[in-house]
């Protein structure tokens, strides 16, 4: 059997019913060289079933299941470990991969031998499809301590991987800003600015769903209040895009998390107006989305790969 150029690897533990639409995703990009390994994490709502009737469908296709549940992290590890090929892309079981998203960031990690990852810019969807958050290429620019891309949508080298020992398993969530963080060190992490993934907001997205860990872990941790403004913003802004109101002025106002910060002002407004009129909120920072992708378009240029500024 020839070893493909790409492995893409996707851990599944309850699919359903996006299943179909992400795992199609990938069968229809124009790279066609890639096997698709596919983990069935302890399912228990049919994504077992529909799994193995893909993998009937296209030879490309091959299925693991693990009876006992491993979780964000032990997933991740265990499905890249089935992977044979050189470069790994990661897809995620709700989401969706434009067509074109493995020949751009395969070209890439092809031309940039001091890449070690790359990912791409996203736009967001909710449960129907519909398109509710869009593209913001300020992402490109900006300096951040948390990557500029959705998990789903990296593709990273399989060296590198086997060098960090892959994700770290004492994490409960924020796995992948750990994992990326970590291969800072072995070469440049790039973003391309281009929307080549389709990040899926509903209240089952394993992100919202673990986003309470995150505080929890921010909280108890040592990372400090910053950190834990900064996972309490995110589920906020998650629940938000999925349509749902933000449910975090409870904590915002909790006397330890009062005190001066323009983030914790950004963070109350706009959760105060997200509780009122969820809906008018969207609407009101999609505007504010759009006009900052415009500004940064004057920046970027498409097709080009920007590494990640971190600070």
């Known amino acids: 059997m020839n070893t493909p150029k790409i492995s893409v690897v996707m851990p599944v533990h309850n699919g359903l019913p996006f299943l179909d639409e992400s795992v199609g995703s990938i069968l229809n990009q124009t790279f066609s060289d890639f096997e698709l390994v596919i983990l069935d994490d302890a399912s228990t709502d049919g994504s077992g079933e529909v799994l193995r009737e893909w993998e009937k469908r296209d030879s490309r296709i091959r299925i693991q299941r693990s009876n006992r549940l491993l979780g964000l992290s032990g997933s991740s590890n265990f499905v890249v470990q089935q992977a044979r090929a050189p470069l790994i892309a990661r897809m995620d079981a709700d989401d969706i991969s434009h067509p074109d998203r493995l020949r751009c960031e395969w070209e890439v990690l092809q031309t940039e031998s001091d890449v070690v990852a790359v990912g791409a810019l996203s736009d967001g969807i909710d449960a129907d499809g519909r398109s509710v958050r869009p593209r913001d290429r300020w992402r490109v620019l900006r300096a951040s301590p948390y990557i500029p891309f959705p998990h789903g949508s990296v593709m990273f080298r399989r060296q590198a991987f ?5 994700y770290d398993e004492q994490f409960e969530s924020g796995e992948d800003q750990d994992f990326f963080y970590r291969m800072r060190s072995l070469g440049r992490v790039v973003i391309l600015p281009d929307v080549l993934y389709h990040f899926r907001y509903h209240s089952g997205n394993a992100t919202l769903a673990h986003g309470a860990n995150g505080v929890r872990a921010a ?9 834990e403004l900064a996972a309490l913003y995110m589920l906020g802004a998650m629940r938000l895009w ?4 933000p449910a975090i002025l409870p904590q915002l106002i909790d006397r330890r998390m009062l005190r001066w910060d323009p983030r914790l002002l950004i963070a109350l407004g706009s959760s105060a107006a997200g509780s009122v009129s969820p809906a008018a909120t969207r609407l ?28």
């Open 219 to 227: 909280r108890n941790g040592n990372n400090g209040k910053g950190h």
């Open 284 to 311: 009101a920072l999609r505007s504010f989305i759009r006009v900052r992708d415009l500004l940064a378009g004057m920046r970027v240029r498409s097709g080009r790969p920007y590494e990640w500024r971190y600070k």
């Open 162 to 166: 086997d060098l960090l020992d892959g």
């Open 242 to 245: 999925a349509g749902e109101a």
